[in-house]
T-cell receptor, first 112, second 116 residues
């Protein structure tokens, strides 16, 4: 099992550009989520999904979009990148909402 | 609103010392889960423990132990005989239930530095 994979590992964007961060898991987990990690802020939830076709907003959803068409994939779209979105992004999955989440390796995004 | 507080931003110890990382949470839910994660310098997030609100038994796993006290809303983590490899950022997290499902609320983390 590859677990949770994220691509790319690093990305530099210019302000206003859009892009999609990819996340996939091969553990047949229903629950998937996206977090951003900023210095001194811990991890903050952006969006999450409890199953294919079902998504909801977390604490900091503005500027991001998600969809969940399959159990395996949960991409995060940045609609128009801003310097405030410079961060490390982690995708996670779990068997169900109450179980431990397994995290991907992260994507370090810089917006200039 | 749910909240997790890790008041210790940074802790420095010398190898073989015991160290306790504090975690205090706030929730109105009667059923909830608490977690600890470790983030070593390499950056990945490693799951350490999950505890439900009905199980107040302390847990020990090797050099790691956890003390859960509902009366004080705390879920503290102790490393016995610390080692350099324990140097990492440690996050405490609380599950939050809402209409759409569950989300994890993380504390801001405690950076532990263990020197030889």
């Amino acid at each position: 099992n590859a677990g949770v994979t994220q691509t790319p590992k690093f990305q530099v964007l210019k302000t206003g550009q859009s892009m999609t961060l990819q996340c996939a898991q091969d553990m047949n987990h229903e629950y998937m989520s996206w977090y951003r990690q900023d210095p001194g802020m811990g991890l903050r939830l952006i969006h999450y999904s409890v199953g294919a076709g079902i998504t909801d907003q977390g604490e900091v959803p503005n500027g991001y979009n998600v969809s969940r068409s399959t159990t395996e994939d949960f991409p995060l779209r940045l609609l128009s990148a801003a310097p405030s979105q410079t961060s490390v992004y982690f995708c996670a999955s779990s068997y169900s909402q109450d179980y431990e989440q397994y995290f991907g390796p992260g994507t370090r995004l810089t917006v200039t | 609103a749910q909240k997790v507080t890790q008041a210790q931003t940074e802790i420095s110890v010398v190898e073989k010392e015991d160290v306790t990382l504090d975690c205090v949470y706030e929730t109105r839910d009667t059923t909830y889960y608490l977690f600890w994660y470790k983030q070593p310098p390499s950056g990945e997030l490693v799951f350490l423990i999950r505890r439900n609100s009905f199980d107040e038994q302390n847990e020990i796993s090797g050099r790691y132990s956890w003390n859960f006290q509902k009366s004080t809303s705390s879920f503290n983590f102790t490393i016995t005989a610390s080692q350099v490899v324990d140097s990492a950022v440690y996050f405490c997290a609380l599950s939050e239930f809402n209409q759409a499902g569950t989300a994890l609320i993380f504390g801001k983390g405690t950076t532990l530095s263990v020197s030889s």
